[in-house]
């Protein structure tokens, strides 16, 4: 059979619906610095449109909100809180008892909390931020009731986020703060007691200043900030 033109295009067409979704974006992100293809482009040939392969930059340059990039981003965080402590912690150790969850998880060969889980990832986005443009945030884990002091607010903001999500279930706090003369729009999201593993550690940790959490409690919230123009 002889290669037509038609041919190799369908089969990068092929290709491309053959690669995994993010395998697929993660090569259009290198394409879309280098061209003018749009991710609309990209996502209209992983749904098999064919002949809209051709898109604007312009879509490259549409804004979210900062609201709507905040409720996005803690969205993806407390998922995978959720299913690192439901999944793994809850289940290896409050139900099958084959492991235990520690703080020093590396000397006891246990399992890493799921505060550490989520610290270690904190850490790890901003080490990654710092080296990209346009990416800045921060994010942190904290509570009214901590078992480390340094997981208290610290600013007014995180102090009223945390006494409104604890007061007002299902609802989250949002504001703007000015720090080091830079300034901020700030979320906080409530952290709740998803597992009985969460409330038993918390409840009988030597260090907590509340022993009466219940399943389904309140127990600290998720602070994101991020630098807008004043
Ligand atoms: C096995 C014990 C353990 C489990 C399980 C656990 N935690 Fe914790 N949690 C801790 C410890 C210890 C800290 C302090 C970690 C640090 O040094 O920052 C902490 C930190 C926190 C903090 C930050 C404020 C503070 O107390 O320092 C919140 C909020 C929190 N945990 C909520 C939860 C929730 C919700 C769950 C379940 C999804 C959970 N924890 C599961 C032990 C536990």
């Known amino acids: 059979m002889t290669m037509t033109p038609i041919c190799s295009v369908f089969n990068e067409y092929l290709h491309y619906l053959k690669a995994p979704l993010t395998t697929l974006i993660s090569e259009v992100n290198i394409d879309m610095k280098k061209t003018t293809l749009s991710l609309s482009a990209v996502v209209a040939v992983s749904l098999g449109i064919t002949g809209a392969a051709i898109g604007s930059a312009s879509s490259t340059d549409a804004t979210v909100s900062v609201k709507a990039m905040a409720d996005a981003l803690h969205l993806v965080m407390d998922s995978d809180r959720t299913v ?3 999944k793994i912690v809850n289940r290896l150790v409050k139900k099958e008892k084959v492991i235990k969850a520690t703080e020093h998880f590396e000397d006891d060969k246990s399992l890493a909390l799921p505060a550490q889980m989520f610290r270690f ?8 931020a710092e080296k990209m443009e346009d990416v800045d945030f ?13 997981n208290a607010p610290k600013t007014k903001a995180e102090r009223d986020g945390l006494k409104f999500v604890a007061e007002n279930k299902g609802k989250n706090y949002y504001t703007t703060e000015t720090l080091g003369g830079q300034k901020y729009f700030t979320a906080v999201y409530a952290d709740t007691g998803v597992a009985p593993v969460c409330v038993s550690c918390h409840n009988k940790h030597p260090d907590t200043p509340k022993k009466d959490f219940k399943l389904g409690d309140v127990m600290g919230g998720v602070v994101i900030r991020i630098p807008i123009e004043s």
């Open 84 to 86: 690192y402590t439901k």
């Open 121 to 128: 990832g904190s850490e790890l986005a901003m080490k990654r």
């Open 138 to 150: 921060s994010y942190t884990l904290q509570s009214l009731w901590p078992i480390n002091r340094q």
